[in-house]
């Protein structure tokens, strides 16, 4: 993974030294339902997941570049749900301050160039869950075509099932934006 700039943003791998920015957006109730995990009750907990994050090194820190804060993640995971090595989901979340000042979709242009361009993938995958409309709108904004609803797909960390709303982008059609201004 290769650190990557937008405008307002540095892309990067995540470092320990990222824990209480982790923490202060992890632990917001309305952060990570929205994304199938339970909000962090502890830093113990955020210090598990960072060093996942680290670990695997699919997961990148969003960060604001006034500031140098951590203020979400965005990642380019196996997608479970496709058997195909040239495919990849992505997959993000940010912190409540910054929702609704675009960030989210300057960050995930980023990452879907990075995909195709870097990584060479065939496919990217996105997916959220009916309830999630910012998400929604991140997705539709980045030009991913709607595929379908997996009904009842996601058991989430409460045990409620939700269904998946299911997007993709292929190389073809990534290319086709890139043609057509997508930058």
Same mark, same amino acid.
């Given at each position: 993974?290769? @650190?990557?700039?937008?405008?307002?943003?540095?892309?990067?791998?995540?470092?320990?030294?990222?824990?209480?920015?982790?923490?202060?957006?992890?632990?917001?109730?309305?952060?990570?339902?929205?994304?199938?995990?339970?909000?962090?009750?502890?830093?113990?907990?955020?210090?598990?997941?960072?060093?996942? %994050?680290? $670990?695997?090194?699919?997961?990148?820190?969003?960060?604001?570049?006034?500031?140098?804060?951590?203020?979400?993640?965005?990642?380019?995971?196996?997608?479970?749900?496709?058997?195909?090595?040239?495919?990849?989901?992505?997959?993000?979340? +940010?912190?409540?301050?910054?929702?609704?000042?675009?960030?989210? @979709?300057?960050?995930?242009?980023?990452?879907?160039?990075?995909? %195709?361009? @870097?990584? $060479?993938?065939?496919?990217?995958?996105?997916?959220?869950?009916?309830?999630?409309?910012?998400?929604?709108?991140?997705? $539709?904004?980045?030009?991913? +075509?709607?595929?379908? @609803?997996?009904?009842?797909?996601?058991?989430?960390?409460?045990?409620?099932?939700?269904?998946?709303?299911?997007?993709? +982008?292929? $190389?073809?059609?990534?290319?086709?934006?890139?043609?057509?201004? %997508?930058?």
């Amino acid at each position: 993974m290769k @650190t990557l700039e937008t405008d307002r943003l540095i892309i990067r791998k995540f470092r320990y030294e990222d824990l209480d920015d982790l923490y202060e957006y992890a632990r917001n109730p309305k952060v990570g339902p929205n994304a199938g995990w339970c909000p962090h009750e502890s830093r113990e907990d955020s210090s598990d997941i960072l060093r996942i %994050f680290i $670990e695997k090194d699919d997961v990148w820190a969003i960060t604001d570049k006034s500031t140098g804060k951590v203020i979400g993640s965005i990642g380019l995971h196996i997608d479970n749900k496709r058997n195909n090595d040239k495919a990849r989901m992505l997959g993000y979340v +940010l912190a409540e301050p910054y929702w609704g000042k675009g960030l989210m @979709t300057e960050a995930a242009k980023a990452v879907i160039k990075y995909a %195709f361009e @870097t990584m $060479e993938l065939d496919l990217l995958s996105v997916y959220h869950y009916p309830y999630n409309q910012r998400s929604k709108r991140v997705i $539709e904004k980045c030009g991913f +075509l709607y595929e379908g @609803t997996l009904r009842n797909a996601s058991v989430i960390y409460n045990g409620d099932v939700n269904d998946d709303v299911c997007y993709s +982008l292929t $190389e073809r059609e990534y290319w086709k934006l890139i043609k057509n201004s %997508f930058g």
